[in-house]
């Protein structure tokens, strides 16, 4: 898509156009691909677990590690996931890298004597969900809110309750009939749908993430 490219000066010092803005803590590109905050909080995530790691030697209880993993590497991963995981599959296989990184980690220090291919077990192990299944709860957690909370019919027209003439063998209760497929009301709905066989949306306490672990993991 071709774009008009203004020039801007300030006195007499032209300023220079920048990929993407951050707006606040998501780096925005032109077309809203997120490959530069993919990049920006992979490379953060990579550079913290490589001080996990030269300290790890240290650390005698998987909890301990598993703590300090969530509270400095993966919180970079989900922050405002919301916004921003309607990411590429290129993309997607990067953040995935970190979290397999940290497995191997784990697999390798405690000696859980799993093969460094089987991100499954050693994630059961550690009773770490995936990472799109964590960026699912969110989104599902992310309509809770907006189905309790938002009371703009306009905007609830983009992800309401899905009211069939007849009976059918799709019991799904959400629906987005307006959106493409890949937006973030499509997103919500199907991550809300996949949680509603075992938990109640409408509620004022959230969904458990506690289900997605059982249920996925183990």
């Not at 890949?182 to 709905?189: D, G, K, Y």
Request: aromatic fraction near 14%; hydrophobic fraction near 45%; include cysteine.
């Amino acid at each position: 898509m071709n774009s008009t490219a203004f020039i801007y000066q300030l006195g007499l010092t032209y300023l220079a156009h920048s990929p993407y803005v951050k707006d606040p803590g998501v780096f925005l590109d032109r077309g809203l691909y997120f490959h530069s905050h993919v990049g920006h909080i992979v490379a953060q995530a990579f550079r913290v677990l490589g001080l996990i790691c030269y300290i790890m030697s240290s650390i005698s209880s998987t909890d301990t590690l598993v703590t300090m993993y969530y509270a400095l590497v993966h919180s970079k991963l989900e922050l405002a996931s919301v916004a921003w995981n309607s990411v590429m599959l290129t993309d997607s296989s990067k953040t995935e890298r970190v979290q397999k990184k940290f497995a191997n980690l784990c697999n390798d220090r405690f000696l859980f004597k799993l093969g460094s291919k089987k991100y499954k077990e050693i994630f059961a192990r550690l009773n770490i969900p995936p990472l799109h299944l964590r960026w699912q709860y969110v989104d599902a957690l992310f309509l809770n809110d907006f189905v309790n909370k938002i009371i703009c019919p306009f905007i609830l027209h983009s992800a309401g309750l899905r009211v069939p003439f007849k009976i059918t063998r799709d019991h799904s209760k959400f629906t987005a009939p307006y959106c493409a497929k890949a937006s973030p009301s499509a997103r919500f709905v199907s991550a809300a749908n996949a949680f509603d066989s075992k938990t109640v949306v409408f509620n004022h306490h959230g969904i458990s993430l506690e289900y997605l672990i059982v249920s996925n993991i183990t």
